[in-house]
């Protein structure tokens, strides 16, 4: 089986950033096993301010992973059995926003015993 990391892409300097996020979901519910407690919340955030307008990106690495539905569509074909809750984030000045997908991957122990 092979594995990767995902990361936000840095060079995306003006990258939206959900607000509020990290203080209403518990960490202990991003797991595949618990990410259905989360089906009755309204997960709706907005972002962080920015001179500008920030962006909308596939990845959103922080406070928790978020995948667009682009991005889900294309991960779903190499990781069929990836789970994630349905979010929106608005950007209000400017009156857009974008759905989004909570990510909850499998934690994998895939650290060789020959790691040093």
């Given at each position: ?85 349905p979010v929106v984030l608005t950007d209000m000045p400017r009156l857009r926003q ?19």
């Open positions: 089986m092979s594995y990767f990391i995902l990361s936000q892409d840095e060079r995306v300097t003006k990258a939206i950033e959900p607000a509020g996020m990290a203080g209403l979901i518990p960490k202990e519910l991003l797991t595949p096993e618990r990410i259905r407690e989360l089906d009755d919340w309204l997960l709706h955030f907005s972002v962080k301010e920015q001179p500008g307008g920030g962006e909308f990106v596939d990845y959103v690495e922080r406070p928790y992973p978020l995948w667009s539905e682009k991005l889900k569509q294309h991960l779903l074909k190499c990781c069929p059995g990836l789970k994630g809750q974008q759905s989004y997908f909570l990510a909850a991957p499998p934690v994998v122990d895939c650290v060789s015993a020959q790691t040093e």
